[in-house]
């Protein structure tokens, strides 16, 4: 599946501490969400049943605004006020 971490990026974020856990976290789930958008723009290409577009669509709009919170949260992290 597109987006999902691999055994050695979940072996390092295990090791890892803050601020570079909270990092990584971040830029993970960041990559997942990516996936989900992906897996959801394919199912709305194909589909053409108005409950999957109901599902689908406000799933996309979630998916895209929590990525907008991890790049902001990433940002605050690397760069502390």
């Known amino acids: 599946m597109p987006g999902m ?8 974020l295990r090791k ?9 976290y971040c830029e993970l789930m960041t990559r ?5 958008i992906m897996m959801v723009d394919a199912v709305l290409a194909r589909t053409d049943r108005e409950q ?6 406000p799933m996309r709009t979630g998916q895209r ?4 919170l991890f790049e902001k949260l990433t940002e605050r992290i690397k760069n502390p006020a």
Do not use: N, W
């Open 5 to 12: 971490a691999g055994a050695a990026e979940m072996a390092r």
């Open 52 to 57: 999957v577009r109901d599902l689908a669509e």
């Open 32 to 36: 997942h969400h990516l996936g989900g």
């Open 16 to 24: 890892a501490v803050s601020p570079e856990v909270d990092v990584l």
């Open 65 to 68: 605004s929590e990525i907008t």
